[in-house]
DNA sequence: ATGAAAGCGCTAACAC
DNA sequence: GTGTTAGCGCTTTCAT
């Protein structure tokens, strides 16, 4: 890089101290309009631009928040990044993105850089791998606000953004029931994930209100397209296969809707199917599918601005209660119910 | 943020001097094992780590590389800025991202951002709005090094790296002549865009190549679903509607298929489309489309390798010769041809 | 209204 | 083998 142009050179030429220049720049009341307008003019002439690196050091802060995530490449991951890029922009934050890809390994790895780059929060979904959180305990044993969502834990002392799971998994097997489906099974995800809890529960309580027997054979662990066209598979060649498919995200009820038209099933009439996300995916397939929508994009900005907000009020916090934030889903009809 | 462990605090307790310990802590040769041991011993006691924003400082690097990019929710771009990530990774550098959401005016002033957080290296793939290229312009005169990748420009002095457009393209509309396609459609990128200069001519040439005159009236602009869509309704309502389709990108093709669909036609009997990227969605649409693997992957890794590359030859840089570097695609045949 | 000096955390040239 | 000092670019007390 070319050698940039500081408050030195700006003094220099002027025949200033680099204070007066660093007043004059920003509009210090002490200093006479006349050296304010010369050093801003030749600031400007000379294309100078503050040191981030400088101020960095002399705040301790860096207005940069870390994102800790499993993987860009998934739509709902990168629809949240884009909230979250969105309110870090419009509060002069930039975003360092550091991906575990799912290995719990390099979540470690990813909580040091974050600490190593000194950034000022940390926003985290962590990998479904993780079981141990002492590496997110760290970060908050040094007092750095950590905003976990989508993927989260009670058991940590932080805030937490998350869709209404529970919710969203209701509408969508009360969706199933009313469209006439008596056996409905649920492609889960794992059950140390809350979502994983949360969904499995919404679909529990669902089967209740409507007087179905909850049945753990119909409950498969599957959340990924190539193991759910497996379990699929599975379960679509039993005699009594069930109509009704509740599955933990569109990829994995893509999956099923695959399986089901190789084995010469159709949709919706044979089976009905019903996916969590509301990817791009869900509206391509075919039939489109009904699904629930989370709200990605949403879910990003609110985690972003609860953390901004944790970092504007670090100095005169006292005692630390998490926030849990709740965002609402929606259930999308289509046409594959 | 808690107050963090400096190198001061070592010496103190020790009763070093500060460079001492510096020196101790990187293992310089002239230290006594002894305090080299104590020293390291207690900076691990007390959790140590160096402070990287006074290293910035001091070294006027910053370990990071920015990233200009239109849209992350985009499956090709996730995939790129995956293998970015991985490159940056492995060799210790971080990567900040910038969306500019396809607009210009955000576009520049991603690139102010990147110069005041004094990244080392940009990567840079603008956006379809851009005609104006100084911005970019000025990170170059900055000499900061800089990479594009996919939408490239060949008249700023600058490494590029993409995918080879031309020889997809070609293979793409070879493969639909060879299925029996006479009449073939190519819904192109806008061409100030180099993938849209190339892709056409890649259909171009592919035509020429088996004696297929080049019909300007099948070529329409439409790059994404919504306006491939309605592209496609009002080309497949022609009489003489063509039985190729040839799109600059996934969506497009999907769409085109969505609009058959739709009009009673069949894909692939009544007409045959093939895609540009190789997305998920492409498995996932019905008939699983035919389309040209870009290796966004690849791609993004082979741009961050340059880059820090260029990074890495800074000082001893004399003559500059931009390089430009061409991942080959590939045709991945599926059943929408 | 302006300047001198100290300090943010670290390193390296220069003592001794 | 270890300490002293200066400096990266900027801000901010404390002088004057």
Redesign the interface.
């Known amino acids: ?2 050698r ?1 142009i500081t408050i030195k050179d700006i003094a220099l030429k002027l025949g200033l101290s680099t204070s007066t220049v660093s007043r004059a720049l920003k509009d210090h009341p002490d200093i006479s309009p006349k050296t304010r307008a010369a050093v801003k003019e030749l600031a400007a002439l000379l294309g100078y ?6 101020l ?2 002399r705040n ?1 802060s ?1 207005s ?1 928040i870390g994102l800790i995530i499993p ?5 709902f991951f ?2 949240i ?2 909230g979250i ?1 969105e309110v870090a ?1 419009k509060n002069d934050y ?6 575990s890809n799912e290995s719990y390994k390099r979540e470690v790895i990813n909580t ?2 974050v ?4 950034v ?1 929060g940390v926003l985290v979904s962590f990998s479904k791998e993780t079981n141990d959180f002492s590496h997110f305990q760290k970060l908050i ?4 606000p950590v905003v976990f969502f989508d993927r989260v834990i009670d058991e940590l002392q932080a805030d937490q953004v998350v869709a209404d799971d529970y919710q969203g998994a209701f509408l969508a097997v009360n969706h199933l029931i009313e469209k006439g489906c008596k056996r409905i099974a649920h492609f889960a995800a794992p059950q140390h994930l809350a979502i994983g809890k949360s969904r499995l529960s919404g679909y529990h309580d669902a089967l209740l209100k409507h007087n179905i027997p909850f049945d753990q054979s119909l409950v498969v662990l599957a959340d990924t397209f190539d193991s759910a066209r497996k379990s699929a598979h599975d379960i679509l060649r039993r005699a009594d296969y069930p109509t009704g498919f509740f599955a933990v995200n569109d ?1 994995a009820a ?1 999956a099923i809707i ?1 399986e089901a038209k190789h084995l010469g099933l159709h949709v919706p009439e044979d089976i009905k199917v019903v996916g969590f996300e509301n990817s ?2 869900a509206a ?3 039939p489109e599918l009904t699904t629930v929508d989370q709200f990605g994009f949403e879910l990003g900005r609110e985690a972003c601005q609860l953390l901004l907000k944790r970092l504007k009020n ?1 100095e005169n916090e006292t005692s630390f209660k998490p926030i849990k934030k709740v965002i609402k889903t929606r259930l999308v009809v289509r046409s594959s119910t």
Chains 1, 2 share one sequence.
Do not use: G
Not at 49 to 54: L, S, T, V
Not at 71 to 75: D, G, L, N, S, V
Not at 94 to 99: D, L, P
């Open positions: 890089m070319k940039q631009r503050p040191n981030r690196i400088a960095n050091l301790n860096t940069t993987e860009i490449e998934h739509y990168s629809a990044i884009n890029e922009y930039s975003v360092m993105v550091f991906q040091q850089a600490l190593t780059n000194r000022d044993d040094n007092e750095i990829m893509i695959k791009k995916s391509i397939s075919e670090e």
